[in-house]
């Protein structure tokens, strides 16, 4: 072998042995790491990894009819400083220091959690400490139009890989007609939460949308997020309400509970032809004397007293039973049923020996009167009788879009003695929204229509899903008995001798108006007392009182129904509700007019 050849062997070797040693120093750093710094560089590889978290969606709005926002959801925006980024480190913070003074002014007079000296105070020690994440609303957010005047600021500008200034947007659910309708349109659980009250509750999956994801990386010693699947948006709720009406319902409603002092009130506008909630109130008296809407008292059930009297004169009228002429005789006396030894005893508030027709005996609203005429055409036969109250649909449970809404309790009665006291509104318990959609079917010449809140449900301003108007019953009634019960209701409130809503004795007007004509009936409840467990009772001190009518009375376009629980001092249910839901019928005819409703769409015919 020659002495090339030997050499050129040689510088192979070696650089075999060099390629081997630097294999083996290779293995063996992979077994030291795999071994003895394993834990270590699983820590590290934890925190590199990437991290998802939720994108919100923006929750959909309610709409009144006229698409007016009743609830909508605002951006607001929490602001953080990075000011670990690359341009505020380089050159000893030259860029942070040349901004710091109009940052930390504007920051000040903007958001104002600190003054303009403790935010340079705060913005500088982030920056030694090489902070990633300074908080500057000092856990306040922001709305839009902050964050558009801070964005004027000269560092701020520069964007966010310069100035280190970002936002994470939140959503902020808002009333913009403030607690209009609140309880009925309900809250949500926090912010982007759930549904907790009112239609919020009901159409919580319709309105929540579908969350998307984005992934937080650690880039290059920064955090950058990374949107992995976009948020899908809530679909946006349209109501049958008109925030005009409504706020003309709310303030008539709540001039007279506070007046009167009451426990609670509540109020229902219904559109005669659809069953359209035009407007909703209930408020609650506070501890301070203010009235604000704490439950919704209008599904809930309660006695209907004398409203009940329209039913029972329904149901007799419908079975053949009485005419509005038939005769009953009435005392001051109370009268016992079957007798006095093991009867229930009836009284009326007007005290007066005569006899009343079937119409007066409504338009003076007597127990007695009623109590008679029921026994005397059921005694013997409460199947009858619950069947006839089932046939006119009083006791139908419809679907409400309010949650908490409670079927009438209308049970068969045990016996004629509960007979005689469910004729006039005992022993039942029905709700307001339940009453005003049985008036309603009266005002509609007998065609039951379902209380309704919802029209729509909208997504991109287009409707994905409709909800017509939908009818209950075709006809609760005859028609005959619907003429028959509909002068029997105009005397209520224009019969000046008898009428329990007609005038008082100074001739106040209570129902009665000069600019729209209403029928409909008043009622009186002593409230339930559940304290005592042992025995429920009704407690003889406070009592309930209701009007519900409807207007114009010749071509009805709305019916309407006011009940005030516990007034204090002198009450009258015509004086009070009735005189609440006439002034009501003038704004609102004022303001609607008379409409028809042709092939589903509203056409004004007289204003």
Known sequence: MSTDQRNTVWRFAIIFIAIFLGFAAVVGRIIYVQTVERDQWLSVAVHQDPVYQPIPPTRGNILDCNGHLLASSMPRYMMYMDTNVPALQQNEGKLLYAHIDSLAYDLAKVVGSFSQAEYKKRILAAYKNKESRLDLNNKRSINYLQRQALE???????????????????????????????????????????????????????LRGIEGAMRIERIGGRKESITVQEAQDGMDIVTT????????????????????????GCCILMETQTGYIRAIANVDRNADGTYSEQLNHAVMRVDPGSTFKTVSLVAMLNDGLVTLDDTVSVTRESWWYPNKKKGVSHTDSHKKDTILTARSALAVSSNIAFAKLVT????????KFIQSLQRIGIRDSVYCEIPGYEK???????DTVTI???????????SPITLAMFYNAIANNGRMMRPMLVTAIRKNGRDIQTFKPEVVHRSICSAKTIQAIRLALHDVVWDNHLGTASVDPWKNPKAQSKLVSIAGKTGTAQIMDRSRRSKVDYDKSTHRITFVGYFPEDNPQYTCICMIEAPRGAYDAGMDCGSTVRKIAEKVMAYTGCYVYEDGERILVKR
């Open 152 to 206: 004027k600021n000269s560092l701020i500008k520069k964007g966010r890989y310069k100035s280190g200034i970002f936002y994470e947007e939140r959503h902020e659910r808002i009333n913009p007609y403030g607690n209009l309708a609140r309880r009925t349109i309900g809250q949500i659980y926090g912010d982007g939460g759930s549904g907790n009250a009112g239609l919020e509750k009901r159409f919580d999956k319709e």
């Open 241 to 264: 309400i008109d925030a005009n009406l409504q706020d003309i319902v709310e303030k008539a409603l709540i001039e007279k509970v506070s007046a009167k002092e009451a426990r609670w």
């Open 376 to 383: 005397r055409n059921y005694e013997g036969s409460a199947t």
């Open 408 to 414: 009438p309790r209308i049970n068969h009665p045990k």
């Open 420 to 430: 005689s006291k469910m004729a006039y509104g005992y022993s039942v318990e029905v």
